[in-house]
């Protein structure tokens, strides 16, 4: 065989057509090429990404989770389900509870049950410096309050005598002045709603919220919710156990104009005020860890995801000790929740769930379309 007869073999079997070299019928053989490759669908993207997410980072604590991603109008377009999850179980939410609750009390501002100026002095009769708390200050944890009474877990008193005894104690700063996360502030706040309309507060709730949408007696209020113990002092910041959907539905209308639920619609300038820092140059006092680090603000009921809390964000988010995360966009118009149940020591499942929230929504907005 002649050095140019085998050269062309050798680059024939290896795709590479040259010129000169032909077949045995003398003609070119046509170049091998690859396959483009295929799109991944957005949906098969995000799903992917929490499942590695979930074997890789979940810690030992966290059995299984799921998220799920909504549309205004209760619309679900998205439900992923990872390890052991039942995504119809309720679960204690904890500090999601928050988002919640000032929804509720929204609801009641416009209803003009209250007003966010409102003061702890003329709904509850308080005196001295205590009594010029608002309820704006209540919900956004700077109103000077000791941040974390004993008398939350306390489930054999009322919700009165909890909010009595936070009140007797002295201020750490005075009112609008500093922010503590802690229960507190909220649990003062629903006695302000008891009093005004003279229901006690999963009564409230019921009908602000989860009796106009349909959901089942037992989605409620209660002092130990992973004990779903305490009906007489519920725990107003963190005391809430609900299933994935029913989360959702009960947080729709901090979307405001975007919404369209049934019965629970608020105005869209008291939704709004979710999303902004009434006192955004508080001093930051008792601050969770991630929350400090990230440097989030804090909104009415709601951590602030962005570096503007005071003129106002569009990423709301409620994480709860044991996980929970769900966040609300309402730029984009869409609830997601990263629903999970794990440990309760401070900063374990948070440390998972709320940036693992952050890392997937560039995703989520692929499988919305936008």
């Not at 999963?202 to 089942?216: T, V």
Request: contains cysteine; aromatic residues 6%; charged residues 15%.
């Amino acid at each position: 065989m002649s050095p140019s007869r085998l050269a062309c073999l050798v680059l024939l079997a290896i795709s590479l057509p040259l010129a000169g070299c032909g077949s045995g019928s003398g003609e070119a053989t046509a170049p091998q090429l690859a396959p483009p490759p295929v799109a991944q669908d957005p949906e098969a993207a995000l799903d992917a990404a929490v499942a590695e997410a979930f074997a890789e980072e979940a810690p030992a604590s966290i059995p299984g989770m799921a998220l799920a991603i909504y549309r205004p109008g209760g619309e679900r377009v998205f439900l992923g389900v990872y390890g052991d999850f039942d995504p119809e179980e309720r679960f204690a939410v904890a500090s999601a509870s928050k988002l919640v609750t000032s929804l509720v009390l929204l609801r009641l501002v416009d209803q003009s049950f209250l007003e966010l100026s409102s003061t702890t002095g003329a709904v509850l009769g308080w005196s001295g410096p205590q009594a010029a708390i608002t309820l704006e200050q209540l919900l956004s944890f700077t109103s000077g309050l000791a941040r974390d009474a004993d008398c939350l877990r306390e489930a054999a008193i009322t919700l009165a005598e909890c909010a009595a005894q936070i009140g007797a104690g002295p201020l750490v700063a005075a009112p609008g002045t500093r922010f503590d996360y802690g229960g507190s502030h909220m649990q003062v706040a629903a006695r302000m709603a008891e009093v005004v309309t003279g229901s006690n507060w999963n009564a409230i709730f019921r009908a602000q919220l989860a009796d106009p949408l349909g959901l089942a007696a037992d989605v409620r209020y209660t002092t130990l919710p992973r004990q779903r113990v305490g009906l007489s002092n519920p725990l107003a910041g963190g005391g809430l156990a609900a299933s994935i959907d029913e989360y959702a539905r009960l947080v729709e209308a901090a979307l405001g104009a975007q919404a369209e639920v049934q019965g629970v619609a608020i105005d869209p300038e008291l939704a709004a005020a979710i999303f902004s820092a009434p006192f955004p140059d508080a001093e930051r006092g008792q601050v969770p860890e991630l929350a400090e680090v990230q440097d989030f603000g804090y909104g009415l009921g709601a951590w602030l995801e962005c570096d503007t809390p005071g003129s106002g964000c569009d990423i709301a988010s409620s994480a709860g000790l044991f996980g929970w995360m769900p966040w609300v966009d309402r730029e984009a118009g869409y609830i997601g929740i990263l629903a999970m149940e794990g440990s309760a020591a401070p900063g374990v499942a948070t440390g998972f769930s709320v940036p693992l929230a952050a890392r997937l929504r560039p995703l989520v907005l692929e499988v919305l379309g936008d």
